[in-house]
């Protein structure tokens, strides 16, 4: 037996007298379920769903058969239900699948109720501070009648005695003196102790243990009368000072309903004191003390009504949720990032630890305190750029840990690869390189397959096209880092690119005619096997032989010359050492005799004459003409009768090699001295910063520059294998950055290769796996180049990963604000650690301004419009809320009025509900004021005050990742340690 079986049997019987079938919900059940309902309403993530929506739903193996029957579809090689196209998606909403777990939203941000209200009307801050007044609260009032009760009682049988039980009343007096204050414990002491004592005293006209103060009904009624008048006076005269200094508990008018309300009670109280004499005995002693124990329910209702006024005043003076458009504005985005998210199935990467930075200034975008914060392997394609000045900690806590989880990953799905019967060492590659010290690899060495180090053979231009040794040769020199410098730059380039194309030109030409020679020699060498045999068999049968012998030694000669060519040591190799000896040549000039006219060098005359270029015609005088009649005629028979000794490129109008020969033999002889000088010296000096890597050699002490072929293939990354790059400029200089440069451009050359697929590429291209670019101090080896490939990364299986120091370490590289802002824009995903004042301003520009939450006195005004939208936010108007009751009375009592009085200009007291409220000094001193200045407007995300602050620990970074093709943004902790 207890009060909630009492209420069961209560609601039992009314069902029973209203005609109505009971309900099938116990009291207990019922109140656990309200409760559950109210706090399901207030504390979530309402703007955001924790499930996807989708036809592909996730059901419980128990819920199968009722999936059946509601005509879901079941498919047998997914294993999963999904919804007919006859069927809306939206009734099946309990079986939609969860958002992925770094997407899930969850924390309270109290700003909106499940149904869409204000939370400003349901939650008190008191309630989440220190949660709600006490439910033992009434029982200590209850106990001071009781324990009057109980003294009444011993002092009848024990006389005198008895009132040592009184004592039992302190611990009461002092619980309630701390919980209510002073004021409040002498209240019930005298309220609902000392008058019910002195009433059931009189009703009976005996004091206990004292004596007797009548012995007669009517003396007693004529005692209490008198006793009554005394206490109406008292009563009146403190029922007047508490009505006029403070609004009583529960009551929501002013002083006047105050002072009638303590009117009523003080009626009551005279009514008690009249009539307990008249009434037997034990009725009378027990009215008082029962009518006392009854107030614990006037302090429940006084506590429920006193909640429901502050509830609304709060309402009504905090309002973030109702700020306009921009609050919800994320709404919608965030269900398409779940959506993307939820179809993309590559695997996630942890990146930090979100610590609810902007969560608590209500960003949309923001995840919950907490969580880790991840980027796919689709994500990562679309690239992430890493600020943090020098021991920052980019390295330790983002580039390293993001390599391990990388590489981990990788021979994860390798292992499940391989489960499938596909035999593959790794699903991911990657090229991993530091523009410094290469502290990173030092560092990250067990993770790699191959690491480009001196002592092993390694060959700078292999694999790479003119045009992509110009980019990477010039991105070191700091591209277009002075636009005055243009015009030498440009020449510079393209003495680099028409020198490549000839050297190309001659390494493909002098193997192919060796090739060809080879093969020419061994059909001529059959030939000299069947003279032989003719020349034998004429011996024999006496024959002349002359013709035959002479015809043997012409073909002999001819072979010895062709054998020349073929075991002659190769003249051409791809190398930067054989490019520098070609600008040697192109740039020698000699003079013509004619004037301060120049004509090209012999030594390029003697590479033209080679690759079989028709000499122009640059005769002055007749001697010249002549001597060009017999070089023309000598190059038509050439071409007649040795067209393989010719470039094939040559014989095709227009072609990049005989563009480029032109340039050489009529351009550069025709530039101004000093400009020639200019150009050669701006291009020279490149490739001899490859010339002076002396520290760079193979195991055979052979330097790298001369090197054609390497036994080390980067583009091996683009087959699974983890490519480090060790070859820091502290150590190798201005050559290993140049070499880095170059090596990388030839894993850039494969992915762009790709780009002939498409998205098939995959399929096109079997073994190629995706492929992570990670860079410290990126801005040291990257070129304007790579900002093209970046743009289309995603759709060719480039993860860039990149870390610089700063903004301005962009800018300088690549010459311009521009440029650099372009290949920043390009990477999506942007983590921030202890960063330059440069780099802030681009940061405050990028991730732009956001409705937010602060926390300031904000300028008033009188918004009309505002003020309707208020009132029709206002809980006075929600019929469904828990306090619907008292707001009904409220408003019947004229709540709700439009006003834009708030504060008295001329006392600058506040004012509640009619009623001026001047604090006291003890409530002074137990009062705590919530910030009420809280305003939603728009402001950057981080202000530039704000990095400097918030980004000062180690470790701690503004982390902004596109996930799922969206943004999610925090201040995070990196944790090296994260999985």
């Known amino acids: 037996m207890n009060l909630l079986t009492v209420l069961d049997w209560t609601a039992r019987l009314g069902h029973v007298l209203r005609r109505q079938s009971a309900e099938g919900v116990s009291t207990r059940e019922r109140i656990v379920l309200e409760s559950n309902e109210r706090h399901e309403n207030l504390v979530g993530r309402f703007d955001v769903s924790d499930r996807v929506r989708c036809r592909v739903l996730d059901v419980p193996a128990s819920d199968y058969d009722l999936a059946t029957d509601q005509g879901l579809v079941f498919d047998d090689n997914e294993g999963v239900f999904e919804v007919p196209d006859h069927l809306n998606v939206d009734d099946f909403k309990v079986w939609w699948p969860r958002v992925v777990e770094d997407l899930r939203d969850s924390q309270a941000r109290l700003m909106i109720t499940k149904e869409g209200r204000r939370v400003e009307g349901f939650v008190q801050g008191d309630d989440l501070g220190q949660g709600s007044d006490s439910t033992a609260t009434p029982l200590m009032y209850v106990a001071f009648?009781?324990?009057?009760?109980?003294?009444?009682?011993?002092?009848?049988?024990?006389?005198?005695?008895?009132?040592?039980?009184?004592?039992?009343?302190?611990?009461?007096?002092?619980?309630?003196?701390?919980?209510?204050?002073?004021?409040?414990?002498?209240?019930?002491?005298?309220?609902?102790?000392?008058?019910?004592?002195?009433?059931?005293?009189?009703?009976?006209?005996?004091?206990?243990?004292?004596?007797?103060?009548?012995?007669?009904?009517?003396?007693?009624?004529?005692?209490?009368?008198?006793?009554?008048?005394?206490?109406?006076?008292?009563?009146?005269?403190?029922?007047?000072?508490?009505?006029?200094?403070?609004?009583?508990?529960?009551?929501?008018?002013?002083?006047?309903?105050?002072?009638?309300?303590?009117?009523?009670?003080?009626?009551?109280?005279?009514?008690?004191?009249?009539?307990?004499?008249?009434?037997?005995?034990?009725?009378?002693?027990?009215?008082p003390f029962v009518l006392a124990c009854a107030y614990c329910m006037q302090y429940t209702e006084g506590n429920f009504v006193q909640t429901g006024g502050r509830l609304y005043l709060q309402n009504e003076s905090n309002n973030l949720a109702t700020q306009g458009a921009l609050v919800q504005s994320h709404v919608k985005a965030r269900e398409q990032q779940a959506e993307a998210a939820h179809k993309d199935t590559t695997p996630l990467i942890a990146i930090a630890r979100a610590t609810g930075h902007l969560t608590n200034k209500g960003y949309g975008y923001s995840p919950d305190v907490g969580t880790v914060m991840m980027t796919s392997w689709r994500d990562m394609s679309q690239g992430t750029l890493t600020y943090g000045v020098i021991g920052s900690g980019k390295s330790y806590r983002v580039l390293r840990p993001v390599a391990r989880r990388f590489r981990r990953t990788a021979l994860a799905l390798a292992a499940q690869e391989l489960a499938k019967g596909r035999n593959v060492d790794s699903m991911g590659g990657a090229l991993i390189a530091d523009g410094k010290d290469g502290a990173i690899i030092t560092d990250l060495e067990d993770l790699f397959d191959i690491v480009v180090k001196p002592g092993f053979r390694v060959a700078p231009y292999e694999g790479l096209e003119p045009d992509q040794i110009v980019k990477a040769l010039r991105g070191a020199n700091g591209a277009t880092a002075d636009e005055r410098?243009?015009?030498?730059?440009?020449?510079?380039?393209?003495?680099?690119?028409?020198?490549?194309?000839?050297?190309?030109?001659?390494?493909?030409?002098?193997?192919?005619?060796?090739?060809?020679?080879?093969?020419?020699?061994?059909?001529?060498?059959?030939?000299?096997?069947?003279?032989?045999?003719?020349?034998?068999?004429?011996?024999?049968?006496?024959?002349?032989?002359?013709?035959?012998?002479?015809?043997?030694?012409?073909?002999?000669?001819?072979?010895?010359?062709?054998?020349?060519?073929?075991?002659?040591?190769?003249?051409?190799?791809?190398?930067?050492?054989?490019?520098?000896?070609?600008?040697?040549?192109?740039?020698?000039?000699?003079?013509?005799?004619?004037?301060?006219?120049?004509?090209?060098?012999?030594?390029?005359?003697?590479?033209?004459?080679?690759?079989?270029?028709?000499?122009?015609?640059?005769?002055?005088?007749?001697?010249?003409?002549?001597?060009?009649?017999?070089?023309?005629?000598?190059y038509r028979d050439r071409q007649a009768t040795d067209p393989e000794s010719i470039h094939s490129d040559l014989s095709r109008p227009m072609s990049q090699l005989q563009a480029s020969l032109d340039w050489a033999l009529l351009e550069v002889p025709a530039m101004h001295k000093e400009q020639l000088q200019s150009f050669t010296l701006n291009s020279r000096g490149l490739i001899e910063k490859l010339l002076r890597g002396e520290k760079l050699r193979d195991q055979f002490d052979m330097p790298w520059h001369s090197i054609e072929k390497g036994e080390l293939d980067v583009s091996q990354a683009l087959y699974g294998k983890f490519v480090g790059l060790f070859i820091p400029p502290t150590q190798y200089g201005e050559a290993g950055e140049l070499v880095m440069r170059l090596l990388k451009q030839r894993v850039m050359n494969g992915i762009k290769a790709r780009g002939a697929y498409g998205e098939k590429w995959r399929e096109m291209l079997p073994g190629q796996t995706e492929v992570m670019l990670m860079l410290d101090e990126a801005h040291l080896l990257l070129t304007p180049d790579d900002t093209d490939l970046f743009s289309i990364s995603r759709s060719l299986g480039l993860m860039p990963f990149l870390a610089t120091q700063g903004h301005e370490s962009l800018i300088n590289a690549f010459g311009s604000e521009n440029a650099a802002n372009l290949l920043a824009n390009t990477m999506q995903s942007i983590i921030a650690l202890k960063c330059s004042f440069?780099?802030?301003?681009?940061?405050?520009?990028?991730?732009?301004?956001?409705?937010?939450?602060?926390?300031?006195?904000?300028?008033?005004?009188?918004?009309?419009?505002?003020?309707?939208?208020?009132?029709?936010?206002?809980?006075?108007?929600?019929?469904?809320?828990?306090?619907?009751?008292?707001?009904?009375?409220?408003?019947?009592?004229?709540?709700?009025?439009?006003?834009?009085?708030?504060?008295?200009?001329?006392?600058?007291?506040?004012?509640?509900?009619?009623?001026?409220?001047?604090l006291q000094h003890s409530e002074l001193a137990r009062d705590i004021d919530m910030p009420t200045g809280g305003k939603r407007e728009v402001q950057p995300l981080f202000k530039p005050e704000e990095y400097p602050a918030l980004l000062e620990p180690q470790g701690h970074a503004i982390v902004c990742l596109n996930r799922a093709g969206i943004k999610r943004i925090d201040l995070a902790v990196l944790d090296p340690a994260l999985e």
């Open 145 to 287: 009648p009781v324990i009057g009760a109980l003294t009444y009682l011993l002092a009848s049988w024990m006389g005198g005695t008895g009132y040592l039980a009184l004592l039992l009343t302190i611990p009461y007096f002092v619980a309630l003196k701390q919980g209510e204050g002073m004021k409040e414990a002498f209240k019930a002491w005298g309220l609902f102790q000392f008058i019910p004592l002195a009433i059931a005293s009189g009703a009976t006209g005996l004091l206990p243990g004292v004596g007797s103060f009548g012995q007669t009904t009517l003396l007693s009624v004529g005692l209490m009368l008198g006793f009554a008048t005394s206490l109406v006076v008292l009563l009146l005269f403190v029922a007047f000072l508490s009505a006029a200094s403070h609004p009583h508990r529960g009551v929501m008018g002013g002083t006047a309903e105050c002072f009638i309300h303590m009117m009523k009670w003080l009626g009551v109280v005279v009514v008690v004191a009249v009539a307990s004499p008249l009434l037997p005995f034990g009725i009378g002693a027990a009215m």
């Open 485 to 634: 410098a243009k015009l030498w730059n440009d020449g510079g380039d393209a003495v680099l690119y028409h020198t490549a194309i000839i050297m190309k030109a001659l390494v493909q030409h002098e193997q192919a005619y060796r090739t060809h020679t080879l093969a020419k020699l061994e059909g001529l060498e059959r030939e000299r096997l069947y003279l032989e045999l003719d020349l034998a068999a004429a011996h024999k049968r006496n024959i002349e032989t002359v013709g035959l012998e002479s015809r043997l030694a012409t073909l002999l000669e001819h072979m010895a010359s062709l054998a020349m060519v073929v075991e002659a040591d190769r003249t051409w190799f791809y190398t930067p050492f054989h490019h520098a000896r070609i600008i040697a040549n192109v740039e020698r000039t000699v003079p013509t005799g004619v004037g301060d006219t120049q004509r090209a060098g012999p030594k390029l005359l003697e590479l033209v004459k080679y690759l079989g270029l028709e000499e122009p015609d640059l005769s002055l005088d007749d001697a010249g003409r002549e001597r060009y009649a017999v070089y023309f005629a000598a």
């Open 838 to 918: 440069i780099t802030v301003e681009y940061l405050t520009k990028r991730f732009g301004q956001a409705m937010l939450t602060t926390f300031k006195q904000p300028t008033r005004g009188i918004d009309y419009d505002g003020g309707l939208e208020a009132f029709r936010h206002s809980v006075l108007n929600d019929r469904s809320h828990p306090y619907a009751a008292v707001y009904d009375q409220m408003r019947l009592q004229g709540a709700g009025r439009l006003t834009a009085l708030r504060v008295d200009p001329i006392t600058n007291r506040t004012w509640r509900i009619g009623a001026e409220n001047v």
